[in-house]
């Protein structure tokens, strides 16, 4: 004699696995595939990635959010933080909401909405590009090819004219725990918590961020709050983060009683109130000095920064993700028990 099974568990069960393969394929699908970059052949994947158009809409809107006076020009900072997010994410949620609405999300519907569902997902999440260009740069840097090294320390938003091998390998490793924040984590746990519709919309706030979120006198106003915005999505995970750099450290049997340490003597010394944790942690568990000219200094120089650690923190990297994820499922299983955020 079986049991009649509980709708309700079995609707909750599906909604949870669900989740997670979502977020698992969307993983798998970027290490496959990767992300398109400005040198790629097919400049029109690149042209049309939803972070680029963001970038692109961005800066198109951001004129008309001017004002002379400093006040006004803040207030419409928020307006314009507000559009951009809300352009990109209202219409992946009504696209999304109406195919489990009208289609149904125990019949085919369930597995269109997984499938775009992955494919937007993938598109917040960028892992396989950096990978490829963190080990060029070391494999560059290992032959004293510097000229080939720094094509691949630009997205440090630094000059690497006159970088040498370890200050190319300090900007590469600086970005790539700076990255594993905005191009990884965070989307991954907005997706967690509040579905594709989170993490696309972390994803416009993260581009807003990029594009007007600097203290200059051109942005200074209509900047603050996207600038301030992406503090504050990311000031947990930042935090969570450099602790599991340290148990990953301590997985891969690296100085994690250093990372610890270094990550919370230096963390502060960034202009960022957030990425400094990270940053910090990576350099006290490869036990070497990460320093931006003239901004920062992290970490002690107990071991030379040959391009070797930039392997060795791809690998705190990778192991610091799986963690993450290990902990999104288990945020899926709390949030989907809850709500089925779209």
Avoid at 160 to 186: H, P, R, T, Y
Wanted: hydrophobic share 50%.
């Amino acid at each position: 004699m079986s049991l009649p099974l509980n709708p309700w568990l079995v609707q909750n069960t599906t909604n949870i696995l669900v989740a997670i393969v979502m977020l698992v394929l969307a993983v798998a699908l970027d290490l496959i595939l990767g992300d398109p970059s400005p040198n790629y052949p097919d400049r029109l994947a690149f042209k049309l990635h939803p972070t680029v158009l963001m970038g692109k809409f961005t800066g198109k809107i951001e004129p008309y959010f001017k004002n002379p006076d400093p006040k006004i020009e803040k207030f419409l900072g928020v307006l314009l933080g507000l559009t951009v997010i809300a352009v990109f994410s209202i219409p992946v949620f009504f696209v999304l909401w109406l195919i489990v609405t009208y289609v149904g999300f125990w019949s085919i519907g369930l597995f269109i909405y997984a499938f775009l569902g992955i494919i937007i997902l993938k598109m917040t999440i960028c892992i396989k590009l950096e990978t490829d260009w963190a080990k060029a740069a070391a494999k560059a840097i290992a032959v004293d090819d510097l000229d080939e090294a720094k094509k691949y320390s630009h997205f440090s938003r630094r000059d690497s004219k006159n970088l040498n091998g370890s200050q190319i390998s300090s900007a590469v490793i600086e970005s790539m725990a700076e990255n594993l924040i905005d191009f990884k984590l965070s989307p991954m746990m907005s997706f967690a918590l509040f579905g594709v519709t989170g993490a696309i919309a972390f994803r416009a706030i993260n581009t807003l961020d990029g594009m007007v979120g600097f203290k200059d006198k051109a942005h200074i106003n209509t900047g603050w709050f996207s600038a301030n915005l992406d503090t504050v999505v990311n000031y947990i995970p930042t935090r969570l983060t450099a602790l599991l750099m340290i148990v990953a450290a301590a997985i891969l049997r690296m100085d994690a009683k250093n990372a610890w340490k270094i990550a919370y003597r230096d963390h502060k010394k960034t202009p960022s109130r957030n990425h400094g944790w990270p940053m910090a942690a990576v350099a006290g568990a490869l036990r070497v000095q990460l320093e931006k000219p003239g901004q920062y200094i992290l970490g002690d120089p107990l071991e030379p920064l040959t391009g070797d650690k930039i392997i060795s923190a791809l690998r705190i990297r990778d192991v610091t993700i799986v963690l993450w994820a290990l902990l999104c499922v288990l945020v899926i299983v709390i949030t989907r028990t809850l709500f089925v955020p779209i």
